[in-house]
């Protein structure tokens, strides 16, 4: 099925660096979601994105919805260990009851205390 | 954030019996509830859409006998895997979409099939 880009696919960081991920799409998307994942577990959502060019900040994370709507960035301000996890970005097409997401394929995130 | 659990989190079957999953919205309601499936380190695979009152829509590739699914009520839709066998061991999720797109997940089920 469809995927999206994601990169880096995965990161090691010091504790107290910043971190930045993206996601790229060839099609153009009304949605952007970003989640985390922990190993056995369901993913979390962080961050809802609903607008062209819309910025919102959760916390240390801030992510924002691309102008052209085919991308997406997550970044997360001065890490901490529980940062540690998988993150998914994942894109909607349509809204209403086709609601499907699009994912891309993660970006591992490890930090070193 | 709207709450989706997931039960059992964990399960060990053997091979040839069946297995039920069941996903819950747990303080809203959910017309469509999405099965995956997710292998060690890679992302969420669609294998439904689970529709209350009707039936399901399977991803292509995805065997509708193998994986039946049923959306008995606005809160509630089971996986369940017929004839289960070692290779049908993964992490299945499901996940309900609330308000307009935010979907939420269920903590996740490990099926093993020894």
């Known amino acids: 099925g469809q995927q999206l880009n994601q990169s880096p696919q995965s990161m090691f960081i010091q504790e107290g660096e910043d971190v930045s991920m993206n996601c790229t799409s060839s099609?153009?998307?009304?949605?952007w979601l970003w989640y985390k994942q922990d190993p056995g577990e369901g993913p979390v959502l962080l961050i809802a994105l609903y607008k062209a060019g819309e910025l919102t900040s959760n916390g240390r994370l801030t992510a924002q919805f691309g102008i052209t709507r085919k991308d997406s960035f997550l970044n997360i301000s001065a890490s901490i260990p529980s940062d540690v996890g998988i993150y998914f970005c994942a894109g909607q097409l349509n809204a209403g009851n086709n609601r499907k997401l699009i994912w891309g394929l993660g970006t591992s995130l490890a930090v070193n205390p | 954030g709207a709450v989706v659990s997931q039960h059992p989190s964990r399960v060990i079957c053997k091979s040839g019996t069946s297995v039920k999953i069941e996903c819950r919205s747990l303080d809203f309601q959910a017309t469509t509830m999405f099965w995956y499936r997710q292998f060690p380190k890679k992302s969420l695979m669609l294998m439904a859409t689970?529709?209350?009152?009707?039936?399901?829509?399977?991803e292509q590739g995805v065997e509708k006998d193998k994986f039946l699914i049923n959306h008995a009520s606005l809160t509630l839709s089971t996986l369940t895997v017929t004839s289960a066998h070692p290779e049908d061991s993964s992490f299945y999720i499901c996940?309900?979409?609330?308000?307009?797109?935010?979907?939420?997940f269920g903590q996740g089920t490990r099926l093993t099939v020894v």
């Open positions: 689970s529709n209350e009152g009707s039936k399901a829509t399977y």
């Open positions: 099609s153009i998307f009304n949605t």
């Open positions: 996940s309900a979409p609330h308000r307009n797109t935010e979907a939420f």
